[in-house]
């Protein structure tokens, strides 16, 4: 699980420069320990010495980190670039905290929500894994067709399932082929069995329960029950 992403916005050139360096960083460390990933534009002092660069270049890139931060944390004192920074976090729908004990609640909230969005996540993936996948078209027509044959084959019903396959439910299309065969049988009812194929793939199929009589009909297993 990723660590939410908090920008801290509060003063650097004014008043105090490594007062507010030194802020941000004590701020950055309890964000840390929190579980968050502190974002500190303060630290960019040191690149600001080496290499100068204007103020609105500065505020282009603090900006995009905003635009891409969980929340803004707002340390106290006078700043035109944090202003403008937790003004856009305000149009972007971003929190904005103003304390760190909001920021330790926040990142303890969304740290439960998103725990518990994963485990969704995790539970239904796994739900899914559980369910078969969908069989062809060209599967059912083959399968059923080798239930129709052993049936056509064997001088008398199936007594017992061979192998444990997959399920394949017989379509009447297919069904209403055995009218006529050798060995006619009225359907008493369909029952889990399978077929072992040429191929030697063992799939589960319905086997039909026959009697003898002297034509097929059509009947269902509650009434001969």
């Known amino acids: 699980m990723r660590r939410p992403r908090i920008y801290v916005a509060g003063p650097m050139s004014k008043g105090d420069p490594l007062g507010h360096v030194r802020a941000a960083i004590d701020a950055g460390a309890w964000i840390a320990a929190a579980g968050a990933a502190p974002m500190l534009p303060q630290l960019c002092v040191l690149w600001q010495l080496l290499?100068?660069?204007?103020?609105?270049?500065?505020?282009?890139?603090?900006l995009a980190w905003v635009e891409v931060a969980d929340a803004v944390l707002r340390l106290p004192g006078?700043?035109?670039g944090a202003e403008l920074e937790v003004e856009l976090a305000h149009e972007r729908g971003i929190p904005v905290l103003t304390t760190m004990r909001q920021a330790l609640e926040?990142?303890?909230?969304?740290?439960?929500?998103?725990?518990e969005t994963c485990e969704r996540?995790?539970?239904?993936e796994l739900?899914?894994?559980?369910?078969?996948?969908?069989?062809?078209?060209?599967?059912?027509d083959?399968?059923?067709?080798?239930v129709i044959?052993?049936?056509?084959?064997?001088?008398?019903?199936?007594i017992a399932p061979i192998?444990?396959?997959?399920?394949?439910?017989?379509?009447?299309?297919?069904?209403?082929?055995?009218?006529?065969?050798?060995?006619?049988?009225?359907?008493v009812s369909c029952s889990g069995g399978s077929v072992k194929l040429s191929s030697g793939d063992v799939v589960w199929a319905s086997w039909l329960t026959r009697v003898p009589e002297p034509k097929w009909t059509w009947s269902t297993d509650e009434e001969h029950r």
Do not use: K, N, Y
């Open 51 to 62: 290499s100068p660069m204007s103020h609105g270049a500065w505020m282009e890139i603090d």
């Open 163 to 187: 192998e444990v396959g997959c399920w394949v439910e017989p379509r009447p299309e297919h069904l209403s082929s055995l009218v006529g065969c050798e060995f006619p049988a009225r359907v």
């Open 142 to 146: 083959r399968t059923t067709s080798a």
């Open 78 to 80: 006078e700043s035109v």
């Open 149 to 158: 044959e052993r049936i056509r084959s064997e001088p008398r019903p199936p």
């Open 106 to 115: 926040w990142v303890r909230s969304w740290s439960e929500r998103r725990a």
């Open 121 to 124: 996540h995790r539970r239904s």
């Open 127 to 140: 739900d899914a894994q559980d369910e078969p996948p969908p069989l062809s078209e060209a599967f059912v």
